[in-house]
């Protein structure tokens, strides 16, 4: 099975594996991580990335990584799950799958209100047949004691989560960000320093997520068809330049350079456009009423 990796980002990474052999069957939906990467002086980090919160307000002076906060951790993770950035929820691994706001609906008003003059009866003395409504069998009918007991694992209780997750969500970390040098994990903690650009970057981050992944499929598809595949072992890089205006529409997108295969090329190309237009660019990113970014999609077999 040929694997590849697509990366993107400002000169960076996106991730893509387990792509099927191009000779044998059409490629498979594949997995999708990213690396954004600034390439200028503003600061010492580089990696733009997305991070669980940490308590923990100090700044890491080894820090490589930029977001939306200062923050430091004991220990540095990234979910081992791909996909869209996800905080790990509180629970067990092999919890229920759903979300913790599906419980029972709690009783309406009027049944509250019915339970309660039941029970105050109860209080009084023993109900009286004669005193006895509908409603109040109802209530009686629905009451927990009266249901049929079953025993059920304490596992089968418990949403899907981890021990130290957060609590009102569920599930397990997923993230999307290509980091080196990290080990994989439960959730993910990274130390990072705030950025003052970093809301505009995850905001192009998400729009591409939507578009991206297709397009890179259906070329992938093409090159299939096509009896075609990539060499093992090289990487194919489209380094794109784009345009913005004031209002973040896309006045234009220059390939620096190309990764060799003109269907990656068109690829990105395609994200781009699909993505845009990107609104509310910062003011410090524009000159002349024009803001540039770069953006490096790689493909490693």
């Known amino acids: 099975m040929l694997s590849l990796f697509i990366h993107i980002g400002v000169l960076g990474v996106i991730e893509f594996k387990r792509f099927a052999d191009f000779t044998n069957s059409p490629p498979k939906a594949p997995e ?30 080894k820090a490589k990584y ?26 067990r691994k092999n919890g229920r799958k759903v979300q913790p706001q599906n419980r029972p609906t709690p009783p309406t008003p009027l049944v509250q209100k019915v339970a309660k003059s039941v029970k105050n009866q109860k209080k009084r003395g023993k109900v009286s047949k004669k005193n006895l409504k509908f409603a109040d069998l109802a209530v009686g009918m629905t009451s927990p004691k009266n249901q049929p007991k079953k025993k059920i694992a304490a596992t089968s209780l418990a949403a899907l989560g981890i021990k130290n997750g957060l609590k009102g969500k569920s599930g397990l970390s997923a993230n999307n960000d290509f980091v080196e040098d990290v080990p994989l994990g439960d959730m993910t903690r990274l130390n990072t320093v705030e950025y003052k650009y970093y809301g505009f970057y995850h905001r192009i981050k998400q729009k591409l997520e939507q578009y991206w992944g297709n397009s890179i499929q259906r070329k992938a598809e093409a090159l299939w068809k096509s009896g075609r595949r990539l060499p093992a072992s090289k990487n194919r890089i489209t380094s794109l330049e784009i345009i913005l205006d004031t209002k973040g529409n896309i006045v234009r997108i220059n390939v620096k350079g190309s990764s060799g295969v003109r269907e990656l090329d068109d690829a990105a190309i395609e994200s781009f456009n699909r993505a845009g237009p990107f609104p509310n660019p910062p003011s410090g990113m524009m000159k002349n009423g024009l803001a540039k970014i770069e953006w490096g999609f790689v493909v490693k077999s």
Do not use: C, H, W, Y
């Not at 690396?35 to 669980?52: A, D, M």
């Open 32 to 61: 999708k991580r990213i690396r954004i990467v600034l390439q200028n002086n503003e600061s010492k980090p580089k990696q733009i990335v997305t991070s669980e919160k940490s308590k923990d307000k100090t700044r890491d002076e």
């Open 66 to 91: 930029l977001s939306e906060n200062t923050q430091k951790f004991q220990k540095q993770m990234t979910a081992k799950t791909t996909g869209s950035f996800k905080a790990a929820g509180k629970g």
